[in-house]
């Protein structure tokens, strides 16, 4: 079993949708976790760090399960701009990263 | 955020030649800086994790003497890829963490072509 999991999709959504991603992790020890976006041919990017009371920033929620060792984003009032591939990360000291999950917002 | 810097950002090499890349955190003391590979429509993979001042503990079916890791200070992480083939043709990307930041920050990569 893979240490980070993401569903890779592709997600393809209109403009405006609601889109929510999924991420499991297999370390029960894991402290820390996070969000980045990669656009094509560029270099990952934090998004945002993921608290375990749930966290907003403008359309992005991010939320933390321990029980379930999940961590979902939430993406709403989708934009054209939004379109990347969503990495997970987890970290107890060594952080490891999912394989990404791809979103296509179409006009 | 914490800003990293990768230099250079192309190559294109005949096969057999060594190539350095140089990873610097430009605002912070990068205690530990990793060097991920990506090929094309895949995911990163972790090849290496370096830590200031010691020796690089390689990923499992990352050739050490392949890509030479060195982190010599807290500000400067190279890689060099030794006598490089068609083959290791990748986006090469660096990231650091330390200075009390409680994640990795990525350099903007390197593109490496070898004909």
């Known amino acids: 079993r893979k240490e980070v999991e993401q569903d890779p999709g592709p997600f393809n959504v209109p403009e405006g949708a609601t889109v929510a991603f999924n991420c499991t992790y297999s370390n029960s020890a894991s402290q820390s976790f996070f969000w980045y976006r990669q656009d094509c041919r560029k270099e990952p990017k934090l998004l945002m760090s993921v608290y375990s009371s749930g966290n907003e920033d403008g359309r992005f929620t991010a939320q933390l399960n321990r029980a379930s060792q999940y961590i979902s984003l939430l993406i709403r009032d989708s934009k054209l701009s939004d379109s990347a591939t969503y990495l997970c990360?987890?970290?107890?000291?060594?952080?490891?990263f999912g394989a990404g999950t791809r979103l296509t917002v179409k006009p | 955020g914490a800003v990293v810097s990768q230099h250079p950002s192309w190559v294109i090499c005949k096969s057999g030649t060594s190539v350095k890349i140089e990873c610097r955190s430009l605002?912070?003391?990068?205690?530990?800086m990793f060097w991920y590979r990506q090929f094309p429509k895949q995911s990163l993979m972790l090849m290496a994790t370096s830590n200031e001042g010691s020796k690089a503990t390689y990923e499992q079916g990352v050739e050490k003497d392949k890509f030479l890791i060195n982190h010599a200070s807290l500000t400067l992480s190279t890689l060099t890829v030794t006598s490089a083939h068609p083959e290791d043709s990748s986006f090469y990307i660096c990231s650091a963490m330390g200075g009390g930041l409680e994640t990795q920050y990525f350099g903007p990569g390197t593109r490496l072509l070898v004909l």
């Open positions: 990360v987890v970290s107890n000291n060594d952080m490891r």
């Open positions: 605002d912070f003391q990068a205690t530990t």
